[in-house]
């Protein structure tokens, strides 16, 4: 029988923990065919919103979840995982910028890094969503001495789905069909997404999308996507966040 996958996932009660879960334990994130443990983790405070998760991933009667454990300590939490997605930080609130977070989190990845490095697999591969991304992801990986640096990236399939979607909608393309988008720098207002090398139908975007666009409505319509959510909505991206966490480490 094939050796069961353990998967660490940080807060694991918050909304893109909910609704990463259980895509897991479906087989979305390492196929059809690969049990999976979920080895979910939170602050004491909320550990306890986590039993009716786990009364409800038992109902679902998965049958690649072979194991469900909750953890109020990352020490337990991180105990011979091969995965682990860091998705557990301070939110970013309406009129907040990453450099607003960097000092809150810290601490959080800080330790999670410890944690990691004592007690994780030593073929761990740790994908960090929680904001900012690529700060959270060096100061993890910092704290990690004995783990290749290698093992640890920041998380920016979100910006790169949003501006696929954002080319599809202008030329009326199936997402499908769009190839070579880039984001180039952080999780961020200062990110640049790059269609110069994007393929529409194999054709260059270049000849399809116009300067003026790109320049003035897709780069800042990406850039700005987070900020705008979280005004519509009243909260951060969650189900789309799950998406992409998914897709990433997949």
Same mark, same amino acid.
């Given at each position: 029988m094939t050796r069961p996958t353990r998967i660490a996932v940080t807060g694991a009660a918050g909304n893109i923990g909910y609704n %990463?879960?259980?895509r897991i334990a479906a087989g979305e994130l390492l196929g059809p065919e690969q049990p999976v443990i979920l080895q979910l983790i939170e602050v004491p405070a909320v550990a +306890? @919103?986590? &039993?009716? %998760? =786990?009364?409800?991933l038992v109902d679902c009667a998965f049958p690649l979840l072979q194991d469900v454990t909750v953890n109020d300590n990352a020490d337990d939490g991180f105990k011979d995982a091969d995965i682990a997605l860091l998705i557990g930080a301070r939110p970013r609130g309406a009129g907040m910028e #990453? &450099? +607003?977070? /960097? *000092? !809150?989190?810290?601490? /959080?990845? $800080? %330790?999670?890094? #410890?944690?990691l490095n004592t007690h994780a697999s030593r073929e761990i591969r740790v994908v960090v969503i929680g904001n900012p991304a690529n700060t959270n992801a060096l100061i993890a990986s910092s704290n990690a001495p004995d783990l290749q640096s290698s093992q640890f990236c920041a998380m920016t399939r979100l910006d790169h789905s949003r501006?696929?979607?954002? =080319?599809?909608? &202008?030329t009326n393309t199936p997402v499908s069909n769009i190839r070579q988008m880039t984001i180039w720098g952080n999780h961020s207002s200062t990110q640049y997404p790059d269609a110069n090398n994007c393929l529409i139908n194999g054709k260059p975007a270049a000849r399809l999308l116009d300067q003026d666009?790109?320049?003035?409505?897709?780069?800042? $319509? !990406?850039?700005? #996507?987070?900020? !705008? /959510?979280?005004?519509e909505r009243g909260a951060s991206s969650a189900a789309? *966040?799950?998406t *992409?966490? /998914? @897709?990433h480490t997949r």
């Open positions: %990463t879960i259980f +306890d @919103r986590l &039993k009716g %998760t =786990v009364m409800e #990453r &450099k +607003d977070l /960097i *000092a !809150v989190n810290a601490e /959080i990845f $800080s %330790t999670q890094g #410890r944690a501006a696929l979607n954002q =080319v599809a909608e &202008k666009w790109l320049e003035h409505e897709f780069i800042p $319509s !990406v850039q700005q #996507r987070g900020a !705008v /959510i979280i005004k789309s *966040a799950a *992409a966490a /998914i @897709r």
